[in-house]
Nanobody, 115 residues
Framework: QVHLVESGGGLVQPGGSLRLSCAAS????????MGWYRQAPGKQRELVAA???????NYADSVKGRFTISQDNAKSTVYLQMNSLKPEDTALYYC?????????WGQGTQVTVSS
């Protein structure tokens, strides 16, 4: 019903920036939440940033002040602007949409922060 495709990942040096995008296809009507999760090797998947209905935004403490989540007017694309990247930000980043009782996930895009 809903398909999510992430892009924008890559290799960047510490202190650098990347902008991730997630293109959504299919019927999305007033999603409860749109956002980003990440999973590093040996760690659990964790919430990075999310936008809820009404515009409420939540960030993980580790990325506050560095990452910014946004979406287009049609809510068909969600972005994650990542600044001042750190090695600990290295992970596979997943786009996520919560629509009613269903959770949708993208395939993930790799972000590697290394000098």
């Amino acid at each position: 019903q809903v398909h999510l495709v992430e892009s924008g990942g890559g290799l960047v040096q510490p202190g650098g920036s990347l902008r991730l995008s997630c293109a959504a296809s299919g019927r999305i009507f007033s999603p409860n939440v749109m956002g980003w999760y990440r999973q590093a090797p040996g760690k659990q998947r964790e919430l990075v940033a999310a936008i809820s209905t009404g515009g409420t935004i939540n960030y993980a403490d580790s990325v506050k002040g560095r990452f910014t989540i946004s979406q287009d007017n049609a809510k068909s694309t969600v972005y994650l602007q990542m600044n001042s990247l750190k090695p600990e930000d290295t992970a596979l980043y997943y786009c996520h949409v919560h629509l009613g009782p269903i959770h949708y996930w993208g395939q993930g895009t790799q972000v590697t922060v290394s000098s």
